[in-house]
């Protein structure tokens, strides 16, 4: 029984960006569609009525038409209110394939903010294409700098916050219960006195006897009416709170030991979870999409309720307006193996924010604005750069290979210096001497060859009609002193112009202008505002058309960004702190600002992560053994240590330090939550890719 007029979510999927009906050609994922995994992709609400009835006889199957009295009484559940979805990306790292392709993020909810649908008005519900940039090591990230882009999605809803703010007010319940389950077990672990044990079982339960006195939710005359279902949920919810509150009060009594209190608390915990299902919840979830070109490779899939905005504090979504982090990860089917999904698409920290369009200014609220600045170069944030040339030979029918002219050229074949004359920039030195790049299609000697270097196709054998070949040396630079002093210089060197270069308009753009390059762009920006300067709404709808024109012209939307500026320096105290995680030994130290100084600009952080060993790991190789390493990335930037050869048990006793992390955002916010440090290890080969073999994630102490 689901009670009157309900409406019930349909939510399925489609891997490409085509028309609303897609493709009459089938695809692998078209099984979505049936249920065969976690759908991506809206495709509508039902509203229904579901009755049931004990009949003496039974009844055939028919089909008929509603009468006019509940026509009308349908109307009165279909009024909607204006919602507004924000949201503000702060960063986006650990990209691992979608490098060639500009790549940008759509927010929906519902058909509202879906690029594909043209019956909703449009919104700025896409990110800016960005391309991505290497970050040194193993992935790549997207240099927003200072100008972190927003979106914001305007959507007409039912208001379900009665219900929905119930479920909210259950899962904090069960969070708070979850942390205070999780304070017992590291004391009993600890060993800890009996009394401090029992300290915090008694507190416990008395938070726990506090939380089951809150009242409920109630409705409200501008919320949708109220079904038969609202109402009987209501009596069970408030019958079994009351329950809980009376047999904790007694727990608190009579409990003789702080194991029996563990176990109350985890019973209470599993009804409080079952209080928390709502099966009339209607509010389509928020879909976050990563666009890479014209494709859609990577998504995530929101609540609703986890992000909406209430007043009360014990009714607003446990994420709403918070910091968070989240993994992406492509579409899949039930029947689809895990070995095929182990890569991360992409990581982003990002605050989401959904609230009635007139409380719209609690948004604003989180937020300073500051002057917009140019984004940095793509050094940025990097600890280290491979400077590379192409050591360059020719031959003919007659000659042996010989030097040719030029001799040392880079990748597109431009002149460059020799090794011993190659340019340091300042703030930057030499961290080893030139080598030869031999993890590349290559001969013994590390030669690829070619019929023609002006058409490329290098191939690593040699053939007797090849009359060119080029082999690769590399050289490493770390920052002397700071990468952030190298940035700001740089930046203040470049070019005033900041035209991006490609091959043709179909190529990526990079910064760097080359030979070969036939096209460039240039991107423009320029700032509106309300003529009143009061007008309270963020979605400005512009019509574009051509000039005398009488054709209806095509409705665009001006992007948000997040502007960080200007810096206010405060007086810093420096604390190391330390936190074990069983076998990972993690460092983070902060600076605390003292005063209440404002700050605009990112702050520095700086973060150490000691890796002493692993265990138990599995045998990639032939041998049965493993050659492992780990790789550590955090905020864009990607570290790792040093391969240990044939073992399963690794103890690799080292440090990786990553300096000048720049983090944007309240301080406050970033020591309650922190971006995550994800920890992976693969086994290194020497012929093939390395094998992945496990990943976890790690959250600094700060």
Known sequence: FLGPLSLVRVLFTS??????????????????????????????????????????????????????????????????????????????????????????????????????????????????????????????????????????????WEDISYRLCAVNMFLKIADRLTKNIEKISVAVVAALIPEEQAQLAIASLDEFILDCTRPLPTWEPENSPETELDKQLRRVREHELKALRDHAMKTRETVVSVDEALTQLKAYRDVILNLATEPQRSFPDIVIWMLSGNRRAAYHRIPAHEILYHTNEDFRGRSCGITQNIILKKPRLSTDEENGFWKIPAQ??????????????????????????????????????????????????????????????????????????????DGWQWDDQWRVDYNRPCDDEGFEYTVNAKQGGYVAVEKM??????????????????????????????????????????????????????????????????VDGKSAGTTCVMQLSAPGSSMIGKLVVPRVYLCYSGRTYCRINFNPLHAYFTDLFLTRSVHHFSGTKHYLGPHTWHLRAYLFQARGLLGADDTGLSDPYVRCSFQ????????????????????????????????????????????EIFDWDNLSSDHFLGRCQVSPLV
């Open 15 to 156: 891997n490409t960006v085509q028309a609303r009906e897609y493709s009459c050609l089938p695809d692998r994922f078209e099984a979505l569609n049936l249920g065969k995994g976690e759908g991506v992709a809206y495709r509508g609400r039902v509203l229904l009525e579901l009755t049931t009835e004990l009949l003496e006889d039974p009844v055939k199957n028919e089909v008929r038409p509603l009468e006019a009295d509940v026509i009308a009484r349908i109307q009165k559940s279909l009024r909607r209110r204006k919602y507004k979805l924000f949201a503000a990306f702060f960063s986006a790292s650990m990209i691992s394939e979608e490098k060639d392709s500009a790549i940008a993020f759509e927010v929906s909810i519902g058909n509202h903010g879906n690029m594909l649908e043209d019956s909703v008005a449009p919104c700025a519900s896409t990110t800016p294409p960005t391309n991505p940039v290497y970050d040194g090591e193993a992935y790549s990230y997207l240099p927003w700098g200072d100008d972190k882009p927003c979106t914001v999605v305007d959507s007409q």
């Open 636 to 679: 864009g930037l990607t570290q790792r240590t040093e391969t240990i050869t044939a073992t399963l048990c690794p103890t690799w006793d080292e440090t990786l330090i990553f300096e000048e992390v720049q983090i944007y955002g309240d301080p406050m916010t970033t020591a309650i939550c922190p971006p995550p440090v994800i920890v």
């Open 465 to 530: 009609y090849h009359t060119f070949r080029r082999r690769r040396i590399i050289r490493r630079r770390v920052p002397k002193n700071s990468v952030a002093k190298c940035v700001e210089e740089t930046v203040a060197n470049q070019s005033t112009e900041h035209w991006e270069y490609a091959f043709n308009f179909e190529s990526a753009f990079h910064a760097n202008e080359h030979k070969v390059d036939m096209a460039r762009r240039r991107r423009w920006h320029r700032g509106i505002r309300p």
């Open 348 to 425: 982003i920290r990002v605050i989401f924010w959904l609230g009635l369009e007139k409380e719209q200014s609690k948004w604003k609220e989180i937020f300073t604005a500051a002057k917009l600045q140019v984004v940095a170069e793509t050094d940025t944030g990097q600890s280290s750069y491979i400077e590379d040339l192409f050591y360059n030979e020719t031959r003919t029918t007659a000659n042996s290979w010989t030097v040719a002219t030029p001799t040392y050229t880079n990748a597109q074949g431009e002149p460059k210096e020799t090794p011993e004359d190659f340019p340091l920039a």
